[in-house]
């Protein structure tokens, strides 16, 4: 954890099971990790790319999962969500992570890009129990920097085995909103909504709408918690 100056991190280890890194680095690949399971990875610097970086790499996302078959839980920390959008983003995994049912994702709300790797990654994942999504919250203040993203008909009841879903740091703008209205309608067995706000300031308007909200499961319940 907590290391530097990595230009490409290689994962090459046919028995790993479990992985959990965090630092700053260019580059990461997976190359024999068959029976890798559970994921944990963070990338402890914002990525400022622009349209020629992009197409400079074919698809990160891509190359991030194909020796990833396997995998059952992943947890996407700090920026590496940006990292992930770099190059081509399809709307789908060409092979969907049919064994994951847990999935943790740092993000950014207002940024479109993420907001696309997140979708693809949501699409991708069929069997989907558990769901995090944690809020930037330095990044995400009270500014409407929001687009519709949420908004469109993207699915229909796509989350058909999610149970559980935390959603945390938030502020309560449009495009955090929009995401978890378009949850709550997509999910038709889910039993547990937690929401836990950045801060205090109009807690009350944000539980209030919260509430206002369809639930496509008559037994998902609502779980507001203090900042």
């Known amino acids: 954890m907590n290391f530097t100056g990595v230009t490409h991190l290689i994962i090459d280890a046919p028995n790993l099971q479990f992985f959990d890194i965090g630092g700053i680095f260019d580059d990461v690949s997976f190359l024999n990790t068959f029976h890798l399971a559970l994921v944990s990875i963070g990338l402890y610097v914002n990525i400022n790319h622009d349209e020629n970086d992009a197409r400079e790499h074919s698809s ?89 993203f949420w908004e469109d008909d993207h699915w229909s009841s796509l989350f058909a085995h999610l149970r559980m879903v935390k959603v945390s740091g938030i502020f309560g703008v449009k495009s955090e909103m929009d995401f978890i209205k378009f949850l709550l309608s997509n999910a038709p067995v889910l039993e547990q909504l937690t929401v836990k706000p950045a801060s205090q300031e109009g807690e009350w308007e944000l539980m209030k709408e919260l509430l206002r909200f369809r639930r496509a499961s008559i037994y998902a319940e609502v779980i507001y918690l203090d900042p």
């Open 60 to 148: 990160k996302l891509l190359r991030f999962f194909v020796n990833l078959p396997h995998i059952r839980r992943l947890e996407i920390q700090s920026y590496f969500l940006k990292y992930l959008a770099l190059g081509y983003v399809p709307s789908r995994l060409p092979n969907p992570c049919v064994d994951l049912n847990h999935l943790s994702v740092r993000i950014d709300f207002d940024d479109l890009e993420e907001n696309t790797v997140a979708l693809c990654l949501l699409r991708s994942c069929p069997n989907l129990q558990e769901l995090e999504m944690l809020a930037r919250p330095e990044e995400q203040t009270s500014r409407e920097r929001s687009t519709n």
